[in-house]
């Protein structure tokens, strides 16, 4: 037996050729010259090779490997060498594999982790380093989810080599897109900084309360100006510093550029030295013309004992077209309607100041009067009609005596006869003001109408000249 077991050896050994030299060995199953750079050469063109097959168990139980030591571990289904110190995988075959130009992950709950030998636990591709360039990607990059099989976010090119990411909302499209050479929005809900509560559009929220303002616009070219703008309903605003003259506006307009106290869009002003201005807080100046009719330039005659309107004819300032300017002749007859006044065009509170001076001249010849009524008054007085088309006396100002009761002599107080009045009243859109005064000085007839001086019916009634200003103060 023993001797028919060597014989098959033999036999077999000598079916293959063995082909050596002092230097290298060819073991090949056919005609074949071992490889100069080679000590064993492995031929053949129909067969391969096989290293030693063993479990892990069988692997790890080889005593004392030798560094480089290789072996096919069954379990695992790697090629196993010894590296010296451990054994480590030869082969990833089982990791990999392709399908066409594509190459998957074989094992779809692994990680990829590259730059670390260390764990990275959650996540399925990990780049660990401290260089500037850790990775790059050329073109688009989407990231999907994969439940839903909507798109979550991408980043691509917008045609015109500008970068653009965009994040999505899976039924309404992209809610966030930021454009490197466009325009950029967020419209998917609030945005909170300093805080994870937003209640706004867009909540600031100090957490450590510092003393610096939460929100700052700055202008570092000195150009220009610093502000922010407004917009409802179609009407703009804008608050900030004018650049111009570095005071704080708002403006109701779509910028504070060439605004201006008076031009009907600045609401308010507040310059460095600390001066504050109200826009439309000036809104009304009006003056009862002296009459050219007469020599000595009088005003409005006044009847007697009679509270009768002013008939403003002439106006310096009106900033609103709010002022209604009397025509006279004919005058606004006593006890009113009024033929001027002023009506606002906006709810508030509103300054009115007014002052008349009284002339101790009789209107029919022209001469001073030197025994008026005693005691004669003078006196002015601010009126409202409001909504209900209600005329009423609002506050009354000065009653100033114009007679002395001197028998001896000239009784007249020719100097005390400039009542004004000043009060703060509060009207409502449509509502006006009027100013109205009053006199007992001198009797006589009313006169109606001024048409020519020789009429009869401009005997009586001293004449009176009369300022009134409206400021809105609210």
């Given at each position: ?359 101790l001249v009789s209107y029919d010849t022209e001469e001073d009067i030197h025994y008026p009524n005693y005691p004669g ?76 001086p020789d009429d009869p019916m401009y005997q009586g009634a001293p004449p009176s000249q009369t300022y009134v200003s ?5």
């Amino acid at each position: 037996m023993k001797k028919l077991n060597l014989i098959a050896v033999m036999i077999a050994f000598l079916g293959m050729t063995v082909l050596s030299n002092a230097q290298n060995i060819a073991i090949s199953d056919a005609s074949h010259t071992a490889d100069a750079s080679a000590v064993l050469d492995v031929y053949s063109t129909s067969k391969g090779m096989l290293v030693p097959r063993l479990t892990s168990t069988q692997r790890t139980a080889i005593s004392s490997p030798a560094t480089g030591l290789l072996v096919f571990d069954t379990d695992s289904v790697d090629y196993m060498y010894y590296d010296g110190s451990g054994w480590t995988e030869l082969s990833t075959g089982n990791l990999w594999r392709r399908s066409g130009t594509d190459t998957y992950l074989r094992h779809f709950n692994d990680n990829v982790v590259i730059g670390t030998n260390t764990s990275a636990p959650g996540y399925k591709f990990y780049v660990y380093g401290n260089s500037s360039q850790m990775s790059r990607f050329d073109g688009q990059v989407e990231f999907w989810n994969v439940a839903g099989g909507k798109m979550n976010a991408d980043i691509n090119n917008d045609g015109l080599n500008n970068g653009v990411l965009k994040v999505y909302d899976a039924l309404s499209g992209a809610k966030i897109q930021l454009n490197a050479g466009g325009n950029s929005y967020l419209s998917g809900g609030n945005v909170c900084i300093g805080a994870t509560n937003p209640l706004h559009l867009l909540h600031l929220i100090d957490p450590v309360g510092v003393a610096a303002p939460q929100l700052m616009v700055a202008n570092a070219t000195g150009n220009g100006n610093s502000s922010l703008g407004y917009a409802f309903t179609g009407t703009n605003y804008a608050e900030g510093i004018d650049g111009t003259d570095n005071s704080f506006k708002l403006v109701k307009a779509n910028g504070l550029i060439n605004s201006f106290q008076g031009d009907g869009a600045t609401i308010f002003r507040a310059a460095p030295s600390g001066i504050v201005d109200l826009n439309n807080q000036s809104r009304a100046r009006a003056f009862q013309r002296q009459n050219p009719m007469k020599p000595m330039g009088w005003g409005q005659p006044v009847p007697f004992a009679a509270w009768t309107p002013v008939d403003f004819d002439m106006l310096s300032y009106d900033q609103q077209f709010e002022f209604t300017t009397a025509i006279t002749p004919p005058y606004s007859p006593a006890g009113g309607p009024a033929s001027a006044y002023f009506t606002a065009q906006e709810e508030g509170y509103y300054q009115v100041n007014a002052r008349t001076d009284f002339i101790l001249v009789s209107y029919d010849t022209e001469e001073d009067i030197h025994y008026p009524n005693y005691p004669g008054y003078v006196s002015i007085a601010i009126f409202k009609t409001n909504q209900q088309g209600q005329t009423f006396m609002y506050a009354q100002g000065n009653k100033l005596q114009g007679a002395d009761n001197n028998p001896n002599g000239w009784n007249d107080l020719r100097n005390n006869l400039g009542p004004n009045v000043s009060d703060v009243v509060y009207l409502k859109a449509g509502e006006r003001i009027e100013i109205w005064v009053w006199q007992n000085l001198w009797t006589g007839a009313i006169p109606l109408r001024i048409m020519n001086p020789d009429d009869p019916m401009y005997q009586g009634a001293p004449p009176s000249q009369t300022y009134v200003s409206v400021h809105k103060a609210s």
